[in-house]
Antibody, heavy 119, light 107 residues
Framework: QVQLVESGGGLVKPGGSLRLSCAAS????????MSWIRQAPGKGLEWVSY????????YYADSVKGRFTISRDNAKNSLYLQMNSLRAEDTAVYYC????????????WGQGTLVTVSS | DIQMTQSPSSLSASVGDRVTITCRAS??????LAWYQQKPGKVPKLLIY???TLQSGVPSRFDGGGSGTDFTLTINSLQPEDVATYYC?????????FGQGTKVEIK
């Protein structure tokens, strides 16, 4: 069965950096686009970034462009999100998500990892 | 960027009622529209994609419709387990954008 397990969240000061990881299993990881989606406490869903199976096609939301970097290691079945210059408004649960092979919708979600940016 | 606007932001209905949530795109997105359900404390779940195609395993009381800029999610015969926040998402072109959510409660 498909499993996505995030790690790397925690408390960081404004301006700091954090690297999130997502370990994928139960499917051929390199065949799928993957996304990071976040949800601030008590708020709605915000898509952050996606990366194609090969890693060549990448897109970022304007809110994180230039600060966050998505990457993947298909040999390790892992997805990453390097987050730099963090701001208070980046505080959220970050979900690793798999995009469906038939439509660019999210068919599997991880349980999420909480990132808190605070001094 | 295309904006997605849901209405209402919340609603309260009785068990057995028909409930309709609307999602409007600021530009046409054909049928590239999905609906997700997020129960309290849980991860979102895909309900509908391509505006009207039910994801495998989703109860048939959920029904999606629309095309272009105006879309609906209808829950026919609301059940207690349908208490959740529902989000639309457009995926015709990046950036993928979610609506702000509609919270559904039981009266």
């Amino acid at each position: 069965q498909v499993q996505l397990v995030e790690s790397g969240g925690g408390l960081v000061k404004p301006g700091g950096s954090l690297r999130l990881s997502c370990a994928a299993s139960g499917f051929t990881f390199s065949d799928y686009y993957m996304s990071w989606i976040r949800q601030a406490p008590g708020k709605g869903l915000e898509w952050v970034s996606y990366i194609s199976g090969s890693g060549y096609n990448i897109y970022y939301a304007d809110s994180v462009k230039g600060r966050f970097t998505i990457s993947r290691d298909n040999a390790k079945n892992s997805l990453y999100l390097q987050m730099n210059s963090l701001r208070a408004e980046d505080t959220a649960v970050y979900y690793c998500a798999r995009e469906s092979s038939t439509s660019r919708t999210i068919d599997y979600w991880g349980q999420g990892t909480l990132v808190t940016v605070s001094s | 960027d295309i904006q997605m606007t849901q209405s209402p932001s919340s609603l309260s209905a009785s068990v057995g009622d028909r409930v309709t949530i609307t999602c409007r795109a600021s530009q046409g997105i054909s049928n590239h529209l999905a609906w997700y359900q997020q129960k309290p404390g849980k991860v979102p779940k895909l309900l509908i994609y391509a505006a009207s195609t039910l994801q495998s395993g989703v109860p048939s009381r959920f029904d999606g419709g629309g095309s272009g800029t105006d879309f609906t999610l209808t829950i026919n015969s609301l059940q207690p387990e349908d208490v959740a926040t529902y989000y639309c998402q457009k995926y015709n072109s990046a950036p993928w954008t979610f609506g702000q959510g509609t919270k559904v409660e039981i009266k």
